[in-house]
């Protein structure tokens, strides 16, 4: 079933009240024109180095594991962006969840709406793999502009933040899913329903198994995306929102249909699903979640890679 979207008062509980008071600045603030959101986000994300410093070294640590043959120079210019990417976040976080379906639609332009449209024509559903760029919250509203699609999603612990994300998410006609009810994912797919989902995160080690992802050779993969496949026989395909430095803000990119995916072999679709990932990735790899611990879940006998 898909997630429901109640008001309730106990969600004005004072427990909650730093992350309303948040909230409504957050509405508040988005309400300035778009390049102001840009250069406030850039220079809060540029800034937050002396805050966030923690966070600071995942995203170095990660990209020194991904890019090993980069030098020091070129690992911290890429976090220096990486920050800025993160500030700009905020605000498209904003604009998705609060901005009107006229202002949102003056930022993009689509590319591969043909691909969609082949894949949902097959009436089998279809499962769009989605990546961790910054603007995932506003790629989720611009892709429910484009055509009808569903999410698939982790609950937030914070029930005030879990109402206020869910609401926004909703805002363009996308359906909530938990990502741990696949039988309704699948029934959902075989529908002929569009379901959208990022794997790229780390899971731990119930339902994954180790497969390469750029230079780390044994990163924790969900095997859920070939699930997925193999139960509802669904074309999968991946999206992405690249923001632009020139032109127009927003590129939303379809990508072809996968070929000869899924297979009998889970190591070898697993390590498909983190090939194609890279490649998106490298569109635009200033602007993805480095901040994540990535690589935190090792075989068994290995040590930590962070600190």
Same mark, same amino acid.
């Given at each position: 079933?898909?997630?429901?979207?109640?008001?309730?008062?106990?969600?004005?509980?004072?427990?909650?009240?730093?992350?309303?008071?948040?909230?409504?600045?957050?509405?508040?603030?988005?309400?300035?024109?778009?390049?102001?959101?840009?250069?406030?986000?850039?220079?809060? +994300?540029?800034?937050?180095?002396?805050?966030?410093?923690?966070?600071?070294?995942?995203?170095?640590?990660?990209?020194?594991?991904?890019?090993?043959?980069?030098?020091?120079?070129?690992?911290?210019?890429?976090?220096?962006?990486?920050?800025?990417?993160?500030?700009? /976040?905020?605000?498209?976080?904003?604009?998705?969840?609060?901005?009107?379906?006229?202002?949102?639609?003056? $930022?993009?332009?689509? #590319?591969?709406?043909?691909?969609?449209?082949?894949?949902?024509?097959?009436?089998? +559903?279809?499962?769009?793999?989605?990546?961790?760029?910054?603007?995932?919250?506003?790629?989720?509203?611009?892709?429910?502009?484009?055509?009808?699609?569903?999410?698939?999603?982790?609950?937030?612990?914070?029930?005030?933040?879990?109402?206020?994300?869910?609401?926004?998410?909703?805002?363009?006609?996308?359906?909530?899913?938990?990502?741990?009810?696949?039988?309704?994912?699948?029934?959902?797919?075989?529908?002929?329903?569009?379901?959208?989902?990022?794997?790229?995160?780390?899971?731990?080690?119930?339902?994954?198994?180790?497969?390469?992802?750029?230079?780390?050779?044994?990163?924790?993969?969900?095997? +859920?995306?070939?699930?997925?496949?193999? $139960?509802?026989?669904?074309?999968?395909?991946?999206?992405?929102?690249?923001?632009?430095?020139?032109?127009?803000?927003?590129?939303?990119?379809?990508? #072809?249909?996968?070929?000869?995916?899924?297979?009998?072999?889970?190591?070898?679709? /697993? /390590?498909?699903?983190?090939?194609?990932?890279?490649?998106?990735?490298?569109?635009?790899?200033?602007?993805?979640?480095?901040?994540?611990?990535?690589?935190?879940?090792?075989?068994?006998?290995?040590?930590?890679?962070?600190?």
């Amino acid at each position: 079933m898909y997630a429901k979207n109640l008001f309730s008062l106990k969600l004005l509980h004072p427990k909650y009240i730093i992350t309303w008071l948040g909230i409504i600045l957050l509405f508040l603030l988005v309400q300035l024109p778009y390049k102001w959101l840009l250069w406030l986000g850039a220079f809060l +994300g540029e800034n937050s180095k002396y805050f966030i410093k923690r966070r600071v070294s995942i995203i170095k640590r990660n990209l020194e594991l991904c890019f090993p043959n980069k030098n020091s120079k070129e690992i911290n210019d890429l976090v220096h962006e990486n920050l800025r990417s993160l500030g700009i /976040a905020l605000f498209e976080t904003g604009i998705a969840w609060f901005w009107s379906d006229k202002r949102v639609k003056k $930022l993009f332009q689509v #590319k591969g709406i043909d691909n969609y449209q082949e894949a949902i024509a097959k009436n089998k +559903g279809v499962i769009i793999v989605g990546v961790h760029f910054m603007s995932l919250e506003l790629g989720g509203r611009i892709m429910g502009l484009c055509f009808p699609v569903n999410a698939m999603y982790r609950p937030h612990n914070n029930k005030a933040m879990e109402y206020i994300q869910t609401k926004g998410r909703c805002r363009s006609g996308k359906g909530m899913i938990d990502r741990k009810n696949l039988k309704f994912m699948v029934q959902e797919l075989k529908s002929g329903k569009a379901i959208w989902f990022a794997p790229d995160q780390d899971f731990g080690k119930k339902g994954t198994v180790f497969v390469p992802f750029f230079s780390v050779q044994n990163t924790s993969t969900s095997k +859920g995306t070939s699930t997925l496949a193999q $139960l509802s026989h669904s074309p999968t395909l991946t999206v992405t929102l690249l923001r632009n430095k020139n032109g127009v803000n927003y590129d939303l990119v379809l990508g #072809k249909e996968l070929i000869d995916y899924p297979t009998n072999d889970t190591l070898r679709d /697993a /390590a498909t699903i983190n090939s194609v990932l890279e490649k998106e990735i490298m569109k635009a790899p200033e602007q993805y979640l480095w901040a994540h611990r990535r690589f935190k879940t090792r075989p068994d006998g290995e040590p930590s890679l962070y600190i």
